[in-house]
Nanobody, 127 residues
Framework: QVQLVESGGGLVQAGGSLRLSCAASGHSFSSCAMGWFRQAPGKDREFVAAISWTGGSTYYADSVKGRFTISRDNAKNTVYLQMNSLKPEDTAVYYC????????????????????WGQGTQVTVSS
């Protein structure tokens, strides 16, 4: 069992920045692949970014590449999503997720592969 709690969402103007955090407890965090997803109103949940066990491998959706950075601190059981140059189309509820069955260097990009999800944090970008 893994419990995930996101924080750091809010309202920001276009071009601004936010840093999301996801604190994990339960299963060994350092052996989980982690990911960030988002869901806008009326749309399906979509992949944003993923990171492997040690952080050595990362992967991003094309829509956020160059603007968002995923990182993790295994000593703090926390994964982060630094979001820069935010756009109105980034507005969504952002979720972190944990995959406890991945291999150490894997990044996981599919929703169905993740075992645990946080409750989400709202990000609103005004134009």
């Amino acid at each position: 069992q893994v419990q995930l709690v996101e924080s750091g969402g809010g309202l920001v103007q276009a071009g601004g920045s936010l840093r999301l955090s996801c604190a994990a407890s339960g299963h060994s965090f350092s052996s989980c692949a982690m990911g960030w997803f988002r869901q806008a109103p009326g749309k399906d949940r979509e992949f944003v970014a993923a990171i492997s066990w040690t952080g050595g491998s990362t992967y991003y959706a094309d829509s956020v590449k160059g603007r968002f950075t995923i990182s993790r601190d295994n000593a703090k059981n926390t994964v982060y999503l630094q979001m820069n140059s935010l756009k109105p189309e980034d507005t969504a509820v952002y979720y972190c997720a944990a995959d406890i069955d991945s291999r150490p260097t894997m990044v996981v990009v599919t929703t169905a592969s993740y075992d645990y999800w946080g409750q989400g944090t709202q990000v609103t970008v005004s134009s």
